[in-house]
C-alpha cells in the first residue's frame, strides 16, 4: 500500500480516511497504537487471508472473494482505531440491550470492541487482559500474568459482579484446552469456563449486532451441562458461526494459526 507519508501517525490516519471516508479522524494520532501501522501492512493482510483461505478449505466452506475479505479487513481495523480514539474522547456509546449481565462474560475482537471500556466501567465488569492502553480508561482489570489473577476473580465474583474475558485468543501461559474453532483444534481459554461450572454460574457471550451499535449476549446455564467441556464447546461454536457470518470483522485472523497444534498448519 502506498502512500506519500513518511510520520507513522499520517501513515495510519491516511489509511483509516481511505478506508472510512468522510469521517472525524480527530484522536487517533493520540493513540499509543498510531506509531505503529503493522495493523494495515502487506504482510499482515497476507497472512490474515491465508489463515481465513486455509479455515475455508479445511471446513469446505463458502468463501469470500480475496479482494472482498482483504478490504473488508482493512475497514475493519480502522474502525478499531476509531473507536478506540472516540473512546479516549469519551464520544462513544455502546448499547448492550440486556441489562441483566451474567457473572461471566465471555466476547472476542470485534472492530468496535474499545468502545465497551465505558460501559464496564460503569457497570462494574471486570476485563481480563494482557495489558492496559489509555484509551481502556480506569475500570476494573485484571491482568494475565499476575500470579494472584484467579483469587482477584473469585473475590470480584463473590461481591456479584461480572468478569469478562477474550474467547478467541490463549496465550500459552494460561490454562487452555484444545476445542474445535472454526473448525479446526485451537487453544482455547478455559479458567472462566471452569469457574461458572464449579458455582454453578451463568455465562454469556457478548457480540454485535451486524449493522448497528447494538450488543447482544447469548445465555447459558452452566448448571445444565455435564461437564467443563461440554459448556465450552457450545459456547465455542457459537462464536464460531458469530465470526463466520462476517468473518471479515474479526479482527486476529492473522494470529489464529498461533493456537493450532501441528506444525502442518503453520504458515510459511
Not at 494520532?29 to 501492512?41: A, H, T
Not at 460501559?119 to 480506569?138: L, Q, S, T
Request: charged content about 20%.
Amino acid at each position: 500500500m502506498e502512500t506519500l507519508f513518511e510520520n507513522p501517525e499520517d501513515i495510519l490516519i491516511e489509511r483509516i480516511a481511505t478506508c472510512l471516508p468522510g469521517v472525524i479522524l480527530e484522536g487517533i494520532v493520540k493513540l499509543p497504537e498510531s506509531s505503529n501501522v503493522d495493523s494495515f501492512s502487506v504482510k499482515l493482510m497476507e497472512k490474515a487471508w491465508w489463515c481465513y483461505d486455509f479455515i475455508i478449505k479445511m471446513t469446505d466452506g463458502k468463501p469470500l472473494k480475496k479482494e472482498n475479505f482483504l478490504n473488508g479487513y482493512t475497514k475493519a481495523w480502522a474502525l478499531f482505531y476509531l473507536e478506540a480514539a472516540k473512546t479516549l474522547s469519551n464520544q462513544t456509546l455502546t448499547a448492550i440491550s440486556d441489562k441483566r449481565l451474567p457473572p461471566i462474560l465471555w466476547t472476542y475482537h470485534f472492530p468496535e470492541y474499545p468502545s465497551l471500556a465505558p460501559y464496564f466501567k460503569d457497570n462494574n465488569v471486570g476485563a481480563i487482559v494482557k495489558r492496559c492502553a489509555p484509551w481502556m480508561g480506569n475500570g476494573k482489570y485484571f491482568l494475565i500474568g499476575d500470579g494472584a489473577i484467579m483469587k482477584k476473580i473469585l473475590i470480584w465474583l463473590e461481591k456479584g459482579e461480572t468478569v469478562i474475558g477474550m474467547l478467541d485468543y490463549a496465550y500459552r501461559s494460561t490454562h487452555n484446552s484444545f476445542l474445535n474453532f472454526l473448525g479446526i483444534p485451537s487453544r482455547t481459554p478455559m479458567g472462566l469456563f471452569e469457574i461458572a461450572t464449579r458455582f454453578s454460574l451463568d455465562v454469556g457471550l457478548l457480540f454485535p449486532l451486524p449493522a448497528t451499535r447494538q450488543l447482544e449476549i447469548i445465555k447459558y446455564k452452566s448448571s445444565q451441562f455435564c461437564s467443563v467441556l461440554d459448556l465450552a464447546n457450545l459456547v465455542v461454536n457459537d462464536l464460531s458461526r458469530i465470526i463466520m457470518e462476517e468473518p471479515q470483522k474479526w479482527l486476529l485472523w492473522p494470529n489464529i494459526n498461533h493456537r493450532w497444534e501441528s506444525d502442518i498448519l503453520k504458515y510459511k
